[in-house]
């Protein structure tokens, strides 16, 4: 059998290829496409027209190494199968774009080990700044990569890490709000349903309303049958509604959680939404406000949160600013009693 023959790979054009075309300095090239680089419109026009007919095009990367600014840019994050993980990728990495940037997404497990191994990746690429939205990366390894200039932004964590910027939502407040509005919708046996993940956030929003419950005689119990996940709603219905105690109020620590709940509470156990059971979830993915489930959440301000990225990749100073704590808001739709 005949092997099959490759063309041999072509050969990149170079810049003095394109400075001696044009009939500029080699220099004169590197001007023509840098942004505000002093070089004359005639100058710029031959080494635009020349670069065309040679098919050059500027190694970005290797400008970068040499100007210690590579114009990369990492997210780590893992599940992005998750509705609210491929929501916060997506307008964190247009808003990056827009400002220029390349952006690398690094999938990861979401597990120590994995987060650690994505962060390791980013410094042989000499990213300019890594967005941590999923795990949380050891200190020491946070450590080298602020030494070696590359900023670390960290999502939704509150990890007593020296170094990096740190940017969160509050979820004391609407824990506490959630509990109020079942409280008011007349729910006499409240639950919180929460994931195994143990992330601060979620643990915040379990503790917040669990103790709120207490404070205002409500009968509280909590569920955490697995992950963060659809199905961890599906198992945690199954758990509290064959009670004999049933929660006539829960909440849901996550959306999704609150939809694997949801149909579990009306497919099995015959239960009317808000009727029987009033349901609240927290961050208000896209499938929230579907026809089918119509829930009553509160919404994560991921502009809010990619802007102060876009702030924070490029400011000068390299120090670290304050935390940045951003106020959530509640999105009323069907689930709760009026």
């Known amino acids: 059998m005949s092997k099959v023959k490759t063309k041999p790979r072509k050969a990149s054009v170079s810049a003095d290829k394109v400075a001696e075309l044009a009939g500029v300095s080699r220099s004169a090239v590197s001007r023509a496409f840098t942004d505000g680089a002093s070089v004359s419109p005639e100058t710029r026009a031959k080494v635009l027209a020349a670069a065309d007919q040679l098919g050059y095009h500027v190694n970005h990367l ?51 080990e994995g ?41 939704n964590r509150a990890d007593p890490i020296k170094g990096p910027e740190f940017i969160s939502v509050e979820n004391r407040t609407p824990a506490l709000e959630a509990c109020l509005m079942l409280k008011r919708a007349g729910c006499r046996r409240v639950a919180v349903i929460n994931s195994t993940a143990g992330t601060p956030g979620l643990e915040m929003r379990e503790k917040t309303f669990v103790e709120a419950a207490a404070e205002h005689g409500l009968e509280v119990s909590v569920s955490r049958a697995g992950p963060t996940g659809y199905q961890t709603g599906v198992d945690s219905a199954r758990q509290v509604l064959a009670t004999s105690r049933r929660p006539d109020g829960v909440f849901c620590v996550t959306d999704l959680l609150a939809l694997g709940f949801m149909d579990t509470a009306r ?16 961050d208000d993915i896209p499938e929230a406000g579907w026809l089918g489930y119509e829930l ?16 924070i990749v490029e400011k000068e100073d390299a120090e670290p600013g304050q935390p940045v704590v951003l106020p959530t808001q509640v999105v009323w739709r069907k689930t709760v009693r009026p």
Not at 67 to 74: E, K, Q, Y
Not at 119 to 146: F, H
Not at 267 to 282: H, Q
Not at 296 to 310: G, K, M, N
Request: with cysteine; proline share 4%; aromatic share 4%.
């Open 267 to 282: 497919l099995e156990f015959r239960m009317n939404i808000p009727e029987d059971l009033c349901v609240i979830g927290f």
């Open 62 to 112: 290797a400008r970068g190494l040499l100007w210690h600014r590579t114009g990369i840019v990492c997210l780590i994050v893992a599940g992005m199968q998750a509705p609210f993980q491929a929501s916060i990728v997506e307008i964190i990495t247009r808003r990056l774009q827009a400002i220029g940037k390349v952006v690398m997404v690094l999938n990861t497990s979401g597990e120590a």
């Open 115 to 155: 987060v650690e191994a994505a962060l390791r990746q980013t410094l042989n690429y000499r990213a300019d700044a890594t967005v941590v939205i999923s795990g949380t990366p050891p200190a020491s390894l946070v450590k080298t990569c602020l030494e070696n200039g590359q900023r670390v932004i960290l999502i």
């Open 296 to 311: 009553t959440t509160f919404r994560q301000p991921l502009s809010e949160i990619a802007d102060h990225i876009v702030a």
